[in-house]
């Protein structure tokens, strides 16, 4: 099929080459003009494991003008951003940009999904009839809509993309169904055919359910540390109770990354609007914004962190195999630590570039260098961390290395 994809970042990117991989033509727009070139030129805007081999693989064309790219379409995906507000509302700035872009160029019987995350109702309240005035056409009659959300985890955005536990497609009508259902005809996972707006929801709910399993534990971990219990026993006892499943259950600092923050916040913002007091959505969130707190508290219990003394840390990007530091629980865990006006030597695999963005003037350094300071925080647990020697360290662990337990001087999990 013949695939226009608006919005060359992460999403966008990705949702091109894995389609163009299933023998599809794409064509990404985006108004940046870098992500553009780098695009034709074969190469990937940004690092994912296995984005390069797909785009080698597949010749996928961008260009920055939507003339271009939406008229000789069959399908055109938004995969344009969402970010939060001040207010935790959602901006929806690109959404509206590309809704008044796509109906210039819109043709008849063209198929426009929505894989952007929206919070509920936004597709039929603002995207569908900014579409309509724009066209001047009818959802329905002239166009179709669709709404077809991701699940991608960076580090396995491929996998996940190629091989999904499921494909959730929210639409209004037989028509765009018919046309995501040939659109994922290889793939032989369950698909769920909903309303738009339960679509949308799916998103949110699967997210926010996720922080949910991860700040839970973290809250019994607080519990189990006090104890003298460790958590990873505990959430292995749970895990093989069918019902509540071990994935999701690591504790230790909480989560960060793009999607998990945002989206909790927009759900806790939509339910309020809507006279709701989502509880357990603003606990998640609240144990999350402590949780950071912890390694710092058990770090003052071995040492006196006072100027001039050296705290070294591993780990900057908000999980493992990737340079993302977006909401990184490291960031407020190092503004505490330059507060106290120690030292602050790190080391990360792959988030260094993007930390010294934030943090120009901590010092960035080789795993050995970092452990030869007075105490270690770990922070994100790379597979790589699993290969330093802790001998003689001072170690606080907030991602549970195990050879770290094993080896440290003096070794403190944050729930273990
Ligand atoms: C997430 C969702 O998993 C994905 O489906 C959605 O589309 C985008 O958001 P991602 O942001 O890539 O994906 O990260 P994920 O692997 O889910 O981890 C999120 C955060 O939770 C990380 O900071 C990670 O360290 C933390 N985490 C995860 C835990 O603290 N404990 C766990 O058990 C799992």
């Known amino acids: 099929m013949r695939i226009g994809v608006i919005g060359a970042g992460y999403v966008g990117t990705i949702t091109g080459a894995c389609l163009a991989d299933h ?11 870098q992500k553009v070139d780098a695009i ?3 190469k990937s805007p940004f690092y994912e494991k296995g984005l390069s081999v797909l785009l080698k693989r597949n010749e996928i064309k961008a260009t920055t003008e939507y003339t271009q790219a939406i008229p000789n379409a069959e399908i055109i995906f938004i995969c344009v951003g969402t970010p939060t507000k001040k207010d935790n509302t959602q901006d929806l700035t690109h959404i509206k940009n590309a809704c008044e872009q796509i109906g210039k160029n819109l043709q008849k019987n063209q198929t426009i999904v ?6 509920p109702g936004t597709t039929e309240d603002v995207i569908l009839p900014l579409l309509e005035k724009y066209s001047e056409m009818r959802e329905g009659n002239d166009f179709h809509i669709a709404v077809n959300p991701e699940f991608l985890q960076e580090g396995t955005a491929i996998e996940n993309f190629l091989h999904p536990d499921r494909i959730i497609i929210g639409c209004k009508n037989k028509k765009s ?5 040939t659109l994922y005809k290889d793939f032989t996972c369950p698909k769920l055919f909903t309303s738009l707006t339960a679509a949308e929801m799916i998103k949110y709910a699967s997210n926010a359910f996720l922080s949910t399993k991860i700040s839970f534990i973290n809250e019994i971990g607080n519990i189990c540390k006090k104890l003298n219990i460790d958590t990873y026993e505990v959430a292995e006892g749970m895990g093989y109770d069918q019902r509540i499943g ?5 504790a230790g600092i909480g989560w960060g990354g793009s999607c998990f923050p945002k989206d909790v916040k927009a759900l806790i913002t939509k339910a309020k609007e809507l006279g709701e007091t989502p509880r357990i959505l603003e606990s998640v969130l609240q144990v999350n914004q402590e949780q950071p707190q912890k390694p710092l508290d058990l770090l003052k219990k071995h040492i006196d ?6 705290i070294g840390i591993l780990g900057a990007s908000f999980k493992p195999e990737t340079d993302d530091i977006r909401e990184s629980r490291s960031i407020p865990i190092i503004k505490e630590l330059l507060k106290e006006q120690v030292t602050v030597k790190i080391y990360d695999p792959k988030a260094m570039d993007n930390l ?5 003037t901590i010092s960035y350094c080789s795993p050995e260098e970092v452990l030869d300071s ?3 925080l770990i922070l994100t647990d790379w597979e790589e961390f699993e290969h330093l020697n802790y001998k003689d360290k001072v170690v606080i662990d907030g991602r549970k290395i195990e050879k770290a337990r094993k080896e440290s001087k003096i070794y403190e999990g944050v729930c273990w």
């Open 23 to 33: 023998g599809h033509n794409i064509i990404c727009i985006d108004i940046d003009q």
């Open 246 to 250: 071990r994935a999701f259950l690591n």
């Open 114 to 119: 929505v894989k952007s995350s929206v919070v």
């Open 356 to 360: 010294k963005k934030i943090f120009p």
């Open 177 to 181: 169904k018919k046309t995501l259902e």
């Open 305 to 310: 962190i006072v100027k001039g003394k050296e």
């Open 374 to 376: 007075d105490a270690v």
């Open 40 to 42: 034709n030129k074969q």
